[in-house]
């Protein structure tokens, strides 16, 4: 049962355009949601969060947007740059500890 | 290097063999996290710890599974009796409570 769901395994994007990576989750218990970048050989490493008080968290070319009544989350990324190649993973956590991840959209950017 | 380190990198075994691999946190972290990931996939969580309790396993951690984290410092997860069915890729992350977590590159296991 997979509570968190991406469902685009892949996008490419032209470098300077925007990239949206899509997220949607089914428990409605989850109240905090990340994102996490992956390159090969490499760890997750954590790009940005939100809090499901919230509907929208930028940092820098990041933002994160939220749509609680949707079940639905997206990353934006303007302007994409090539080294945002990479995998990227949404996860959502409940009050349990617990954090459930996608299975991951792979970006590419072209130049 | 003050990130997640995990030992080895990689490990091969023949099936039915016991494995053994450690995680060493990010010091300032009281909480470290296991997981699991097969290729296509996000990571599965197996169990977490704060400082030296166990407080959730995830049904996927069967009984040839543990995993200790005797001091609240770093963690073994131990797998006896290999099957072809645990290779994957074992990811351990460290958080304080519930910020982020930052994850270790990971051990990949193959079974022979």
């Known amino acids: 049962d997979q509570q968190v769901k991406q469902n685009s395994p892949s996008l490419s994007v032209q470098e300077g355009r925007i990239s949206i990576l899509n997220c949607d989750y089914t428990n409605s218990m989850f109240d905090y949601f990340l994102w996490y970048k992956k390159y090969p050989a490499e760890g997750p490493t954590f790009l940005i969060s939100?809090?499901?008080?919230?509907d929208k968290n930028e940092d820098g070319r990041f933002t994160v947007f939220l749509n609680k009544s949707a079940k639905h989350l997206s990353l934006h990324i303007v302007p994409s740059q090539p080294g945002d190649s990479a995998v990227y993973f949404c996860a959502a956590m409940n009050n349990f500890n617990k954090f459930y991840f996608g299975s991951g959209t792979k970006l590419n950017v072209k130049p | 290097d003050t990130g997640v380190s995990q030992d080895p990198r990689h490990k091969i075994t023949k099936r039915g063999q016991n494995v053994t691999f450690r995680c060493d946190p990010i010091s300032e972290h009281n909480r470290l996290y296991w997981y699991r990931q097969t290729l296509g996939q996000g990571p599965e969580f197996l169990t977490y710890f704060q400082n030296e309790a166990q407080l959730e396993k995830s049904r996927l951690l069967s009984d040839r599974f543990s995993a200790e984290r005797p001091k609240g410092s770093f963690s073994t997860l131990e797998i006896q009796r290999t099957e072809q069915g645990d290779s994957a890729m074992y990811l351990c992350?460290?958080?304080?409570?519930?910020?982020?977590?930052?994850f270790g590159d990971g051990t990949r296991l193959s079974i022979l």
């Open positions: 992350a460290s958080s304080y409570l519930n910020q982020p977590q930052h």
């Open positions: 939100i809090s499901s008080i919230k």
